[in-house]
């Protein structure tokens, strides 16, 4: 039987085959990828390995010869019936004519993807640019921008609600249809530059002129805010230690040509260094008031600390230098002194003038320090107020400083030593020396910005805390400006629930729901979340200013602040 089977085989491959290509071909042009698994349908002839490809499983039936040895040697063989020709081409026909099977269509679902703009400088001509600028940069008249689009938006300032702007893209437009060119632009610039800088330098001039009209001829303008200032204040107390320190100045020097005493020129050289402090603590203060400007934004406050500094230094060089270098020398070359009585009495009225100006100084400071919610040694340690620090400490240095002047003069007069004298002039150079240093450093740390109190940073993070827009403050710096005036900094963390919120109660629900439904398209999704983006920014900024201006309200002492969103 086996040898049979085997020459049927063979004798059907060649139809098998042909057959079998056939149909592989038209299944590939039907669907390519079944071949891999049609030639996968093999028929196993037993230990022959002879591979004949096949339609089907269940069209072509399997062929083998199962061999088991059971005992010694005894075998069984399994055959199966062999289709002949003609029912294998009668089955391959009737499936090439059977439909293919219906298949799904392949459903692709394409995300769409907004393209990404690229921003030119052209995109900049969408910028908003404001009158003033318009006409300096572009050389236009108001007349001129008339005829453009006028665009209302937020201010920037706190006295006004909305200003006009422009499209810089309108600008440029009406400044090359009036000038005609961009060369042409630009010599008009260059001509207008060179009429300001003459402008600047007539003007100059003028005001020169005006100052020696008014010496000459008197001044009869009403008087001034910077006048006004020394009337009330600090600025009153300096003048009145100005008037004392220069009657005492000029009455110790005197003494110490009448008597040769090292220790009254000390007191004569510190009333007239204290003088000239006082002088230059008074220009100081009227530089602090004066209006603030382009060049000095934040304005001239922190004068008067450079003025305290400017005083510590004279006071330094000419009051200790001084007095030390006649203490050196009188103890190096001791002279005789004169009679002392003179140098006494001036001495006593000195003392009475000095306490009177220190009586003075101690009053304003305490009332500044209670203004402030301060102590007072808090207050004058931290050098708050420069001005009346400087008085203060100056006075105090005076009083001492006679003290220390007549008692050294009482010793040489008893003794007849004028070495005592020499100690007395070396010991009021000390204690003049260590009132510089004070100064300086007091002063040196107040223009390096200093910190306000803790529990005034404390109240003002509260009050950003406490706002429902707020979510966290981050990075807040106070600084004291001088004069009672305080810059505020901080990171805001705003929370974009509620700014949009706030922004969607403005608006009008059924015309937004209209708007989202008439969405069909990316481009509509695109100008659809540009006007409404560009509207919670602009909210967003309004929540800025409130939260400024409530700062401001609630703590008048802070005159600048800076919310930078995070």
């Known amino acids: 039987m086996l040898p049979g089977l085997a020459a049927a085989a063979a ?104 393209k990404k703009r690229e921003y030119g400088p052209k995109y900049t001509q969408n910028n908003f640019i404001t009158g003033v600028r318009a006409m300096n940069e572009f050389c236009l008249k108001s007349s001129d921008l008339e005829q453009l689009r006028k665009i209302r938006r ?22 090359l249809e009036v000038w005609g060119s ?37 001044n009869t303008k009403p008087r001034s805010r910077t006048t006004s200032i020394f009337f009330k204040g600090p600025g009153k107390v300096v003048m009145v230690a100005i008037c004392i320190n220069g009657l ?3 009455f110790k020097f005197l003494a110490w040509i009448y008597t040769g005493s090292a220790s009254m020129f000390s007191e004569a050289v510190h009333s007239l260094s204290d003088t000239c402090n006082q002088a230059l603590l008074a220009l100081g203060i009227s530089k602090s008031v004066q209006t603030p400007d382009p060049t000095h934004p934040y304005g001239f406050s922190n004068m008067r600390y450079i003025a305290s500094l400017i005083s510590g230094v004279g006071i330094f060089m000419m009051g200790a230098g001084l007095s030390w270098y006649h203490g050196v ?10 009679s002392l009585l003179w140098a006494y009495c001036i001495l006593a009225g000195s003392l ?70 020499s100690l007395g002039s070396l010991g009021v150079g000390t204690l003049l020396g260590v009132v510089s240093a004070f100064l300086i450093y007091t002063n040196t740390e107040a223009l390096l910005g200093r910190s306000i109190q803790p529990e005034q940073v404390q109240r003002l993070t509260e009050l950003l805390e406490n706002d429902p827009s707020v979510r966290a403050i981050h990075d807040v710096k106070a600084t004291d400006l001088g004069l009672g005036k305080v810059r505020f900094k901080a990171e805001v963390d705003f929370d974009g629930r509620v700014v949009t919120r706030s922004y969607l ?51 008048p002492e802070v005159r600048h602040v800076d919310l930078e969103i995070l």
């Open 329 to 338: 020398m009188g103890l190096l070359n001791p002279q005789p002194i004169e």
């Open 182 to 218: 961009p060369e042409a632009l630009a010599r008009e610039k260059k001509l207008r530059k060179e009429a300001e800088i003459e402008y600047r330098e007539r003007l100059f001039r003028n005001q020169k002129i005006l100052r020696e009209y008014r010496d000459f001829l008197g």
């Open 11 to 114: 004798a059907h491959r060649c139809s098998w085959s042909s057959l079998c290509r056939l149909r592989l071909r038209c299944r590939a042009a039907a669907r390519g990828s079944s071949d891999r698994r049609e030639r996968q349908n093999l028929v196993t002839f037993g230990s022959f390995s002879n591979i004949v490809p096949c339609c089907t499983l269940n069209q072509v039936k399997l062929y083998s010869t199962n061999v088991q040895k059971e005992g010694q040697g005894s075998q069984t063989h399994k055959m199966e019936k062999v289709p002949s020709f003609d029912e294998a081409a009668e089955n391959i026909g009737a499936e090439l004519k059977a439909p293919l099977i219906k298949q799904e269509p392949l459903q692709v679902r394409v995300k769409a993807v907004l």
């Open 248 to 250: 005492n100045c000029f």
């Open 505 to 555: 109660e403005k608006q009008d629900f059924d015309q937004m729901l209209q708007e989202i439904q008439e969405v069909k398209t990316p481009e509509e999704l695109e100008t659809f979340m540009l006007k409404h983006g560009e509207n919670i920014i602009d909210t967003l900024g309004a929540e800025v200013d409130r939260l400024e201006k409530e700062l401001k309200k609630r703590n």
């Open 352 to 421: 009475v003038s000095e306490g009177a100006t220190l009586l003075v100084a101690i009053n304003e400071l305490r009332r500044s320090a209670r203004a402030k919610g301060m102590s007072f040694y808090k207050y004058v340690m931290e050098s708050r107020d420069p001005s009346t620090n400087v008085i203060l400490l100056e006075d105090t240095a005076a009083v001492l400083g006679v003290t220390i002047a007549a008692t050294c003069m009482g010793l040489t007069s008893i003794t007849g030593n004028p070495l005592y004298d």
């Open 154 to 175: 937020r201010s920037p300032h706190e006295d006004t609600e909305s200003f006009t702007v422009y499209l810089r893209s309108d600008v440029e437009a009406k400044s």
